[in-house]
């Protein structure tokens, strides 16, 4: 099968690649592992996470985008052609057409590089779209209706507000809060309270299996395995859903804020069937548990966790590259 369109939502966390007609067929995390000697791409994906904190001094892992944009721009470059090639697998005689969803809030300098790094990668024809409206076609909201709709995605590296009518985006927001964040305040709260020095894939495993977003009466708890701070010596102790609320209050009112701002921006037309209809998450930090009843407290707002949340974004970017010309004045840029 000759593959002439690719999805990708370019992710700070994870790179998600969508085909059409054969769905999401890579999920992987943006982490690259490139040599210090000779600055040769060594593992891509899965296999270079598998690196992170486990390094030698020759060999560096880490990932190319922060706060959802491009920070290096010729590992971002690799990354997305190892993914492209990946995705259309074997030998291939066409270069496709890529399209890659974007945070709402980049300067047109960020989406110049992603379009020239995707155009770099192997692309024939680069299309860029605003992650806010690909997540709403992927949570299967009427974006086109006549009607407000409200999406908050929250990814790793930021989180996107946006009400859409019509469309398009009548108001937004962007923060450069999301999972990371919650991750390095995980680790950061568990220094500070216990002693005990531990890695980003550590923070993560804690923040997924037992973080809350608002304080739970079943507490949950876990064992967890690090450095001691004092003696240097291996430790283990044992933290609680408590502690990881605690450690990311801060990050939670930054969305809450930016939540508020959109509400606040809003038309009052719009704002009246935001009420009726609710708001809807998307991305993978809305899997944090009760994260939407801590919005539709904070709002007053019901919020609803869309299906399958972590794919709405590359879905979206999927139906969109299907759908061009239903989709034109959504789409951002194009080369």
Known sequence: MLIKKIGIDLGTTNVLVHVPKRGVIINEPSVVATSRIDKKILAVGREAKEMLGRTPDTIIARRPLKDGVIADYRTTEAMLRYFINKALGGVHLFRPEVMVAVPAGIT????????????????????????????????????????????????????????????GIVTSTSVRIGGNKFDAAVANHVRKKYGLAIGERTSEEIKIEIGSAL?????????????????????????????????????????????????????????????????????????????????????????????????????????????????????????
């Open 215 to 335: 304080y739970m009466e079943d507490v949950l708890q876990m064992e967890i395995r690090g450095r001691d701070m004092v003696s240097g010596l291996p430790k283990t102790i044992t933290v609680t859903s408590n502690d990881v609320t605690d450690a990311i209050q801060n990050e939670l009112e930054g969305i809450i804020a930016a939540v508020k701002d959109v509400l606040h921006k809003t038309p009052p037309e719009l704002s009246a069937d935001v009420i009726d209809k609710g708001i809807i998450l998307s991305g993978g930090s809305s899997l944090l548990r009760n994260i939407d009843q801590l919005i539709s407290r904070a709002t007053g707002v019901a919020a609803y966790v869309a299906d399958e949340p972590l794919l709405c974004v590359v879905k979206g970017t999927g139906i969109a590259l299907e759908n061009l010309e239903s989709y034109k004045r959504s789409i951002l840029a194009t080369k």
């Open 108 to 167: 047109s300098t960020e989406k110049r590089a992603v379009i020239d790094a995707t155009i770099a990668a192997g692309a024939r024809a680069a299309y860029i779209i605003k992650e806010p409206i690909v997540a709403a076609i992927g949570a299967n909201i009427p974006i086109g209706s006549a009607s407000g709709h409200m999406i908050i995605d929250i990814g790793g590296g930021t989180s996107e507000m946006a009400v859409i009518s019509l469309g």
